[in-house]
């Protein structure tokens, strides 16, 4: 199944871009890491943004237009559209999402009930976004597919991991340590923006120690559970948990807080705000590392108390492997 639907996923992408409606959009997301970057994870939905909000009438077109694609295979298409709000943002956040059903005799033995498509379209989009175009693989051929480059998508993905406790998705984790296999590393502005859009979030700057301190609350088992369906090689699945969030996650970067201190002093964020910063620092002293050393010194001398140290770390419990 997992198969059958991403041709059909292939397949209207590539029938949307020919068919010029892809103009204003930007392919994102877990497909887009599936499509266009060979991402080892199957993934369900179409994500995009919407970059200009004077052609959102444009969205009208791809309603009209899938259906066709579908009939074009031989299929009966269903199809609903509809816009959506988010009411628990800073700012309105407004999107457009379309559902396409497809059923055939010849999908029978795979999708009795069909293939079902959904496109997600964020027509409020957090701002320095970084675009680029992408070459997507298809059975005889290529297309080149709008996309936003890989520092953008991960600052998506961040987003969701910083700001949705409520979610506990592995597809979400598992991206991320991918990302981190690649030494990416996120477009902070973008991460920025859409941060400041959600109703609860950090600082991004300080992502990393934010997500480290994610990572302590998720149910490990869940996640994995959730993930593995989707993989490639679902003994991939197994090696999710804590340990190997920590390991991926970089150190903020100490040199840059210790010159921001001393010029804020007592006044920099890190001293008016509870947050797992100061934890880092602390733990990244303990382990040896000079910039963090030095940092702490800096700010013993402007502030004696320094936190409590982490409790000691303790292995990870059969549960996490």
């Known amino acids: 199944m997992n198969v059958a639907k991403e041709a059909l996923q292939r397949y209207l992408l590539a029938a949307l871009q020919r068919e010029g409606l892809l103009t204003h959009a930007a392919f994102i997301g877990g497909t887009a890491l599936r499509l266009l970057h060979e991402l080892p994870r199957y993934s369900e939905d179409l994500d995009f943004i ?51 059903s497809a059923t055939a005799p010849a999908f ?62 592995g597809r979400d984790w598992f991206d991320y340590t991918w990302y981190r296999q690649k030494k990416i590393l996120p477009n902070i502005p973008m991460l920025e923006s859409a941060i ?14 934010y997500l480290r301190q994610r990572a302590k609350t998720v149910q490990w088992i869940n996640v994995r559970s959730d993930v593995k369906p989707f993989l490639e090689n679902p003994a991939d699945s197994d090696s999710l948990n804590e340990v190997k969030i920590d390991h991926a996650t970089p150190y903020p970067d100490f040199a840059e807080i210790e010159a921001e201190f001393f010029k804020q002093k007592d006044q920099h964020p ?33 502030r004696p108390q320094m936190p409590p140290p982490p409790p000691k770390a303790q292995g990870p419990s059969m549960d996490d492997f």
Do not use: C
């Open 270 to 302: 890190l001293f008016l705000t509870k947050n797992p910063v100061m934890l880092d620092i602390h733990q990244a002293a303990l382990e040896g590392d000079v910039a963090a050393i030095d940092l702490e010194r800096a700010i013993v001398a402007l």
């Open 196 to 209: 400041q859009q959600t109703a609860n979030g950090p600082d991004a700057h300080y992502w990393t120690s």
């Open 50 to 100: 919407w970059t200009n909000k004077n052609a959102e009438s444009q969205l009208a077109e791809w309603t009209k237009y899938l259906p066709k694609a579908i009939r074009a295979l031989g299929a009966l298409p269903e199809i609903d559209a509809k816009n959506k709000s988010k009411d628990d943002a800073k700012v309105q956040k407004r999107g457009h999402s379309i559902v396409i």
């Open 108 to 169: 029978t033995a795979f999708a009795p009930h069909g293939i079902q498509i959904r496109f997600d379209i964020d027509l409020d989009p957090p701002a320095q976004t970084q675009p680029e175009s992408k070459t997507m693989r298809l059975l005889g051929g290529q297309i080149e597919i709008p996309s936003l480059t890989l520092p953008s998508l991960m600052a998506g993905k961040l987003h969701i991991l910083l700001t949705r406790p409520d979610r506990e998705k």
